[in-house]
Antibody, heavy 114, light 110 residues
Framework: EVQLVESGGGLVQPGGSLKLSCATSGFTFRDSTMHWVRQASGKGLEWVGRIREKAYNYATAYGASVKGRFTIYRDDSKKTAYLQMNSLISEDTAVYYC?????WGQGTLVTVSS | QSVLTQPPSASGTPGQRVTISCSGNSSNIGSNWVYWYQQFPGTAPKLLIYRSYQRPSGVPDRFSGSKSGTSASLAISGLRSEEEADYYCAVWDDSLTAWVFGGGTKLTVL
């Protein structure tokens, strides 16, 4: 059974940092491009960024609204992807999902508020 | 303003066939595979169509995807009340170097 489990969400003050994790099982993680996608309450899906697999030198790409503030990395030995979020602003408040574009995790809620 | 344009709403009666469109450009739909996702309130998206036309195992063949030029469509035949949900198209955009989503279509089963 394929599983993607996000963790690390919570309440953080504006300007703060948070690291999300996406632990996976049931598929060949090392050969998969991993994406982070977020969804603010009542809004649509917004792509945050992605990290490719080793064959593509773990290349990353980011959405315009998070570029320079967020970093995606992965640990293939742990089958886990990470999203490091810095300089958080209220507009980053959302449920964050990880996905390989086929399977999705259940999401973790990040709330940026003072 | 989404890069991909979807109608905000669509509706149909049980048993009817409905289609949801997704309009893009040559940098996204025109040159890459389209994905379609179904999302119920409070839950994660679920893949319905990948590589523009392919259905994952477990997705009924009542769901079908098509693509022509810079537009794509999701068709649902034999509509069921439990398919009332939000539907999103997604595709990689070569110019933006980004995965882009449509704004979503809320499907109502009357």
């Amino acid at each position: 059974e394929v599983q993607l489990v996000e963790s690390g969400g919570g309440l953080v003050q504006p300007g703060g940092s948070l690291k999300l994790s996406c632990a996976t099982s049931g598929f060949t993680f090392r050969d998969s491009t991993m994406h982070w996608v977020r969804q603010a309450s009542g809004k649509g899906l917004e792509w945050v960024g992605r990290i490719r697999e080793k064959a593509y030198n773990y290349a990353t790409a980011y959405g315009a609204s998070v570029k320079g503030r967020f970093t995606i990395y992965r640990d293939d030995s742990k089958k886990t992807a990470y999203l490091q979020m810095n300089s958080l602003i209220s507009e980053d408040t959302a449920v964050y999902y990880c996905t390989d574009d086929f399977y999705w995790g259940q999401g973790t809620l990040v709330t940026v508020s003072s | 303003q989404s890069v991909l344009t979807q109608p905000p709403s669509a509706s149909g009666t049980p048993g009817q066939r409905v289609t949801i469109s997704c309009s893009g450009n040559s940098s996204n739909i025109g040159s890459n595979w389209v994905y379609w996702y179904q999302q119920f309130p409070g839950t994660a998206p679920k893949l319905l169509i990948y590589r523009s036309y392919q259905r994952p195992s477990g997705v009924p063949d009542r769901f079908s995807g098509s693509k022509s030029g810079t537009s794509a469509s999701l068709a649902i035949s034999g509509l069921r009340s439990e398919e009332e949900a939000d539907y999103y198209c997604a595709v990689w955009d070569d110019s933006l170097t980004a995965w882009v989503f449509g704004g979503g279509t809320k499907l109502t089963v009357l």
